[in-house]
């Protein structure tokens, strides 16, 4: 009994966090993996900003919003990093709880900012297809600047409370997480008390955040679309909606995994724990390596500027 007390309160000082559920043997496997997409993260969102501040014709609004994304993909990779790289790198699943909170603080800070990125670039394009004109204009580097600091504070505020909302909770039954990571909800369910505000508050961030952003973004792409539709040149009509291309897809990426993770942990609870920890570890690790690669090849700027970087170097050598 006094064994049991004693490890009870040693789990208020620590987590123990889960590479691939039941299988531990196995995570080795995955350090090259993991290694890989952290690279091509840096790498990619690396050579994004690069591009864009070299290249003085890409400095335009929709560029800058392209920029802030980038900045937003590498800092949400790098929340994940530390824990992930700790599991399968080193074999060292401990985190400490101070840790935790504070990871799981950034993890869905940034989720939020990147949220917030989207419907700005959503906002862009919206601009430049309905006022094309003035389109420089109303988003001047100041605007897009104030936009870019709004989003953080609003993302700061929202999630704030979340650390103090789990440390208030007394932890008294396991301390397995069930992800390589801290989240809320993860970290949540293993309180041995109501966890009834914790379950509210964090349904209201994701409806007032997550969820309205995705009706505003919904909402510009209507309103694209019926000025699109009032084009009188087929031509323009399709160079307009290209545009709109690599937004959509980056808005994809991020909605459409989000969404995955939701449905399983809310009807998915038969599968596999191994499928809960696959539909997190893709929402939160593809996006940031995805999003470069889609502007890279979905943007002809950028990918010439890109091809023309690459050249140069291969005329010099």
């Known amino acids: 009994m006094t064994m049991n007390s004693t490890a009870s309160h040693a789990n208020h000082h620590s987590f123990i966090l889960t590479g691939i559920p039941g299988m531990s043997d196995k995570n080795p496997w995955m350090a090259f993996p993991l290694g890989f997409l952290y690279t091509l993260t840096l790498l990619g969102n ?16 929709m560029y800058y919003f392209l920029s802030i994304l980038a900045v937003t993909d590498v800092s949400l990779s790098m929340s994940t990093s530390p824990s992930m790289l700790s599991i399968f790198w080193f074999n060292a699943p401990e985190i400490p709880f101070d840790a935790c909170i504070t990871q799981m603080f950034f993890i869905h800070g940034f989720g939020v900012v990147e949220s917030g990125v989207l419907v700005s670039m959503a906002f862009d394009r919206f601009v430049a297809i309905r006022d094309p004109l003035r389109y420089a204009s109303i988003l001047t580097p100041d ?28 932890f008294c039954h396991s301390n397995v997480l069930s992800h390589s990571y801290c989240l809320h909800q993860d970290a949540m369910r293993l ?39 009032g084009i009188a040149s087929r031509t323009e009509r399709v160079k307009a909606l290209n545009t709109c291309l690599s937004h959509i897809c980056a808005v ?20 596999s724990p191994v499928v809960h920890t696959l539909m997190a570890n893709i929402y939160l690790l593809l996006p940031p390596v995805l999003n470069p690669i889609v502007y890279s090849v979905k943007t002809k700027q950028i990918r ?9 170097r291969k005329d010099r050598a």
Do not use: W
């Open 46 to 61: 690396g050579t994004i900003l690069a591009v864009i501040k070299v290249d003085e014709s890409l400095h335009e609004p």
């Open 143 to 170: 605007i897009i600047g104030k936009i870019g600091i709004a989003v953080l504070i609003r993302a700061v505020c929202v999630v704030l409370p979340v650390p103090f909302l789990i440390k208030r909770l007394p």
């Open 191 to 229: 309180a041995c008390a109501s966890t009834r505000i914790n379950s509210l508050y964090g349904l209201i961030i994701v409806i007032f955040t997550l969820g309205l952003d995705a009706l505003i973004i919904l909402f510009s792409y209507m309103l694209i679309l019926k000025t699109v539709l």
């Open 252 to 271: 994809l990426l991020f909605y459409v995994p989000l969404i995955g993770v939701t449905m399983i942990h809310r009807f998915g609870k038969h599968l």
């Open 304 to 312: 010439r500027r890109i091809l023309h970087m690459f050249q140069g």
